[in-house]
């Protein structure tokens, strides 16, 4: 059992969010983001446990997370995911983070594919490979074209697609925009 550092829960989301507070509009929810996944807990966790004592690995993993958030290093990247049209989708260095707007886009695909027989999907630049994951999510009979010019960003919009179970609709292609298409 790993030795506590005497520091609660509660204690350690508002230290946090001191820290956060002159570097992230979103302070309060991204340290109890960072101290979940410190925890290996969800964030309801820290609600119900806020007087639980925190471990000293965990703490100390909180506290770099804290520092590097600071630095700007965005929240999915440190927790290595990111949810997206209602998915999970892993994230790193190597793509950029889905963000909310993008999914008027996803939401306009689907809309427009929906009209269409045996529709194709070709996403340019796919990173995590959110959009075309997405669209097929909720298109049983849509496949799709995925290109990126980063070999890493194609290997985690392959992990992406394999978790979801769209795989077998969506071949990737390592191309500069449109170059191998």
Not at 7 to 18: A, F, P, Q, R, V
Not at 29 to 56: K, M, N, R
Not at 144 to 168: E, Q, Y
Request: aromatic share 6%; glycine share 6%; with cysteine.
């Amino acid at each position: 059992m790993p030795h506590s550092s005497g520091m609660t829960i509660k204690d350690s989301l508002k230290w946090g969010h001191e820290q956060l507070l002159l570097s992230s509009s979103s302070a309060r929810l991204d340290a109890e983001l960072l101290l979940a996944h410190a925890l290996g807990q969800p964030v309801t966790f820290l609600l119900a446990h806020d007087e639980h004592s925190i471990g000293w690995w965990a703490l100390w993993r909180y506290r770099r997370m804290i520092a590097k958030r600071k630095e700007g290093m965005p929240v999915a990247y440190l927790v290595g995911h990111k949810e997206f049209y209602f998915l999970d989708f892993e994230v790193n260095r190597h793509v950029l983070v889905p963000r909310p707007d993008t999914e008027r886009l996803v939401e306009a695909a689907i809309e427009r594919l929906c009209e269409l027989q045996n529709p194709i999907l070709l996403d340019v630049g796919t990173g995590s490979g959110c959009i075309a994951i997405s669209a097929l999510k909720n298109i049983p009979e849509l496949t799709a074209i995925a290109t990126d010019i980063s070999r890493d960003a194609l290997c985690a919009a392959r992990r992406n697609a394999r978790r979801h179970g769209v795989a077998d609709r969506i071949e990737f292609i390592h191309s500069d925009l449109l170059e191998r298409v």
